[in-house]
């Protein structure tokens, strides 16, 4: 079966065709990013203008063969962009003659170490899944393919959002994450002893979480943020050549954080493998080290190629083949959902 995956729930336009769930058969995606960068940051409105002018070019150059189906992302993300692609997809099963999928796009990031892989999803579960990017920082339980549990998260910022806020911080440009990334690679030396975001345990009670599974990371904000005032000032860090050990001690606090709590959870339940998806996923350090806490936990690590770690169309096609939940007519009534978290 080939589904016709359409994801705009951000800053990327972006249509796949995927066989049966895994096979890729086209992938494109056209990122804004360029966009955004004077503003250092996403815009909604300029995010779902460029959506509206590229969404037509993104499908047609996706669409190489015949599809059985179509699916979409319809939350969580930015509502003006996320109605573009809801709309588009509608229209286009319509015309088509096809069922519609509407897709959880936190979800299909879970999916995406499948996506060329011939690993078979239900062969991997129980699992323990880890969602990290700018908007998630979440980990589930999954005794089956397609059932989660959140028994972790970010009470704050999102991974991403920590990365991006610091990169702004210290004048790097957005988005952050892949610049810190790249600084910290080429960093050797100490690092500064930044807090590792660890939640105060009342905080945690208040989501109903354990604090021992989840991170804050306004703490390590915040000490950046003093300690940049307290050096003078981000122009004065960068002339003094200081800028890569602080990015470098921020990045290993995020990570560190974040492999703490992956050990945590790990521990606390039998787990076949660790399945990672998101943007963060990039992350050379947290590739490493998530490497290391798997090896330490007995669990394979499933993380997605590079190209598939970013949204894309295809994880959104993949998914609707395993998932099939908001199908036919309910898809056709669905609206956009921005704050649509993990569903049972
Ligand atoms: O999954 P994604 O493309 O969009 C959301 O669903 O949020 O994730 C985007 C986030 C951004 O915050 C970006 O800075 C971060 O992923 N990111 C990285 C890296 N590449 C992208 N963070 C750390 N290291 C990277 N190499
Ligand atoms: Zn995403």
Redesign the pocket.
């Known amino acids: 079966m080939k589904i016709l995956g359409i994801e705009t729930?951000?800053?990327?336009t972006a249509a796949a065709i995927v066989e049966d769930g895994r096979r890729v058969v086209s992938n494109v995606v056209y990122t804004q990013i360029p966009l955004h960068v004077p503003y250092g940051g996403v815009v909604p409105e300029i995010a779902s203008r460029a959506h509206i002018e590229k969404i037509s070019e993104v499908v047609r150059a996706a669409l190489v063969e015949k599809v059985d189906a179509v699916a979409v992302t319809y939350g969580p993300?930015l509502s003006p962009a996320l109605i573009v692609g809801l709309n588009a997809a509608k229209g286009l099963a319509k015309s088509l003659g096809v069922p519609l999928f509407g897709i959880n796009?936190?979800e299909a990031?879970l999916h995406t170490p499948f996506l060329d892989s011939d690993m078979e999803p239900s062969e991997m579960v129980p699992a323990l899944g880890l969602a990290?990017?700018?908007?998630?920082t979440t980990w589930v339980d999954m005794p089956q393919y397609g059932v989660y549990n959140v028994v972790g998260q970010t009470l704050d910022d999102?991974?991403?959002?920590a990365?991006?806020k610091a990169?702004k911080l210290l004048g790097l440009g957005y988005?952050?994450?892949?610049k810190?990334?790249?600084i910290s690679r080429e960093y050797v030396g100490d690092f500064i002893p930044f807090p590792k975001g660890r939640p105060r345990e009342g905080v945690s009670a208040l989501a109903g979480l354990p604090a021992e599974c989840c991170v804050s990371f306004s703490g390590l904000k915040t000490a950046l943020l003093r300690y940049v005032q307290k050096e003078g000032g981000a122009e004065a860090l960068a002339a003094a050549g200081k800028i890569p050990q602080i990015v470098a001690s921020y990045?290993e606090a995020i990570v560190q954080a974040v492999a703490d709590r992956t050990l945590t959870a790990l521990k606390r339940r039998k787990c076949k493998s660790l399945i990672v998806?998101?943007?963060?996923s990039?992350?050379?350090r947290?590739r490493t080290v998530l490497g290391e806490v798997c090896k330490r936990a007995g669990v394979k690590l499933l993380m997605a190629q590079p190209k598939y770690?970013?949204?894309n169309g295809a994880m959104i096609a993949a998914l609707a083949y395993y998932r099939r939940n908001k199908s036919g007519e309910e898809a056709m009534r669905l609206d956009v959902s921005p704050s649509l978290d993990f569903e049972a």
Do not use: Y
């Not at 729930?9 to 990327?12: K, L, T, Y």
């Not at 988005?175 to 892949?178: A, N, R, V």
């Not at 998806?277 to 963060?280: E, R």
């Open positions: 729930s951000c800053d990327e993300g796009h936190i990031h990290i990017s700018g908007g998630h999102a991974a991403g959002e990365f991006d990169a988005p952050g994450g892949p810190v990334d790249k990045q998806g998101g943007g963060v990039l992350n050379s947290l770690c970013g949204d």
